[in-house]
């Protein structure tokens, strides 16, 4: 005798089955009843916990076909014991987004002055820029922004963000920085006299920068007070090396780069 199955569900009726994905921490998902996308901060039985990029968290139950994953329906299961965590934050504290794939490059930019400024804000921001499609530009100069302005001619749809060392209100510098500045065009400088300042000393072991005597290289000066080569490439590369997230930076930096990261991504 023939045993059929007491489902008498026609089978064009039935629903597919859907993947079944670790709720790993960083694991970025959505919701598509409320629309919250987050990543995965914590689950427990029956439950995942997400954050978004504003640090909200949401808790939501791991319900069968519950969830998005790039777009295509998942159901979310506990994570075997033991499972290799996903990274939660990018360098910038920023949650992290595993696998993303760069955007296609906005027309607005950032430029920065100087190559170790610019090297830093790689290292710290550079997967967030890659995510929301801004570039970053070398600026050798402040002497060279306003050609560069008028080049790029800034817009509603192509905001220019510039970042430059050591702005000091009623220099040179900071004249042509307020010449450039528009509602699509912002200049903003951090206060220390080099790069090399923003990075938190007990990143690199030392108690503090140490003070140079005025009418001498800055960065020969530190590296003869500490005792380092007096090789600023060298000493350079030593103290990025020291840089492994925002923690190891000052906040006055910090707020300078988020601030053009969020004029440029508004447009």
Known sequence: MRQYSTDLTPPWKKPKPVPEVPAEPGLVVEEPGTG????????????????DRFGKHRVFPMEPRGFLLEGRVVTLVRPSPGAPARPTRTASGSV?????????????RIYVEGRHDAELVEKVWGDDLRIEG??????????????IVESFAPGPDARLGVLVDHLVPGSKEWHIAQSVTSEHALVVGHPYIDIWEAVKPSSLGIGSW?????????????CRALGWPQ???????????GVHSYKDLEPELLGRVEELIDFVTAA
Not at 40 to 46: D, L, N, S, T
Not at 98 to 103: E, S
Not at 134 to 147: F, H, I, K, T
């Open 36 to 51: 919250f996308c987050g990543a995965v901060v914590r689950c427990e039985a029956g439950t995942v916990t997400l954050e």
């Open 96 to 108: 992290a987004v595993p696998g993303a794939r760069a955007r296609v490059a906005r027309a607005g």
């Open 134 to 147: 801004v570039v970053v530009e070398y600026l050798e100069g402040v002497d060279d922004l306003p050609s």
């Open 210 to 222: 140490p003070r140079v005597p005025r009418g001498q290289d800055w960065k020969t000066g530190v």
């Open 231 to 241: 090789n600023t490439g060298a000493a350079w590369q030593r103290i990025l090396s």
